[in-house]
C-alpha cells in the first residue's frame, strides 16, 4: 500500500532522513521507534507532503505521491494526525472532528461523526466546547478522530501517545484497535515503545535518519526498549 524508497528528508544542513526503504502492507500497522530527533516526524511529513523530499520515492496505492499537495494526498485515502496534539483550539470539537472530512459528502460526513460518537462519547458530550479548552489527552484524542474522520485508507500518527497520562494512552489504543478492525493501514511514530510495540505488526528502529533495525514486533521489542530510555 505504501513503498518508501531511498527516502531523504535534508533541512538546510542537516540530513533529517538520509535513505531509508520501508514498505507497509495492506491492513498492517507498522511503528517507528526512536528517540528524540531521530528523522520519525519527516518521515511522516514527507508522507503527508509537509517535508519536502530531497530524494527518493513515495508511493501510495499505485500513485507516485512524493510531489503531490497535501490535499492530493489526502484525497487519495491519507489521513494524518500531527505530534503534539495540535486541534484548532477556538473550534468547537464538531468542528475539529469534521475538518478531516472535508471529501465526504454530508451524509457521509454524518455517518462518519456518528461511527466515531459511538466509540469515543466524550466528543459527543463536548461536541460544541472549544477544543483548546480539552484536556491534553482529550484533545489527542480529537486529533485522531480528525484524522479518522475522513475514512482514511492509510493513516500516519506521529507520537499518539506523548505526554499522555496511561488512561488516555489506552484510549488512544483503543481508538487504533478499532481503526485495524476497519481494515484501516496504519503507519505511527512513536518514543514510548512499550504501549506502542502492543498495537504493531512490525517495526523499524530509526536513529540518525536511518532505520537501523526492522522486524515483528517479537523480533525487535528488546531493541526498542532499549531505544526508549536512550
Ligand atoms: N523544520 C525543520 N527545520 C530544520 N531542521 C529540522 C526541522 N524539523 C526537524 N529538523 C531536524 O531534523 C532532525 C530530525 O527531526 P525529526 O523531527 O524528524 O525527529 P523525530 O524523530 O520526529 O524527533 P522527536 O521524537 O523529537 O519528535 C533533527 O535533527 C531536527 O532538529
Ligand atoms: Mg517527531
Do not use: C
Amino acid at each position: 500500500m505504501l513503498r518508501i524508497d531511498d527516502l531523504h528528508v535534508t533541512y538546510g544542513g542537516t540530513r533529517a532522513v538520509a535513505g531509508v526503504t520501508l514498505t507497509v502492507d495492506q491492513g498492517q500497522t507498522v511503528l517507528l521507534i526512536g528517540a528524540n530527533g531521530a528523522g520519525k516526524s519527516s518521515l511522516i511529513n514527507a508522507v503527508i507532503g509537509l517535508a519536502k523530499i530531497s530524494q527518493g520515492k513515495i508511493m501510495f496505492d499505485g500513485h507516485d505521491i512524493g510531489s503531490m499537495s497535501s490535499d492530493a494526498r489526502a484525497r487519495l485515502g491519507i489521513g494524518y494526525s500531527p505530534e503534539g496534539r495540535r486541534v484548532f483550539a477556538s473550534m468547537t470539537v464538531k468542528d475539529n472532528v469534521l475538518a478531516g472530512a472535508v471529501t465526504l459528502n454530508g451524509r457521509e460526513q454524518v455517518r462518519s461523526w456518528d461511527k466515531l460518537v459511538a466509540s469515543f462519547p466524550f466528543l459527543a458530550e463536548r461536541q460544541a466546547q472549544a477544543a483548546g479548552e480539552l484536556s491534553g489527552g482529550q484533545q489527542q484524542l480529537v486529533a485522531i478522530a480528525r484524522a479518522m474522520s475522513g475514512r482514511p485508507k492509510l493513516l500516519l500518527l506521529d507520537e499518539p501517545f506523548l505526554g499522555l497520562a496511561p488512561v488516555w494512552i489506552q484510549q488512544i489504543s483503543i481508538a487504533v484497535r478499532q481503526m485495524q478492525q476497519d481494515g484501516i493501514t496504519v503507519l505511527m511514530t512513536e518514543q514510548m515503545a512499550r504501549p506502542a510495540l502492543k498495537l504493531a505488526h512490525s517495526g523499524h528502529i530509526m536513529r540518525g535518519g536511518l532505520i537501523r533495525r526492522s522486524g515483528a514486533v517479537h523480533e525487535i521489542k528488546g531493541a526498542a526498549l532499549a531505544e526508549e530510555y536512550l
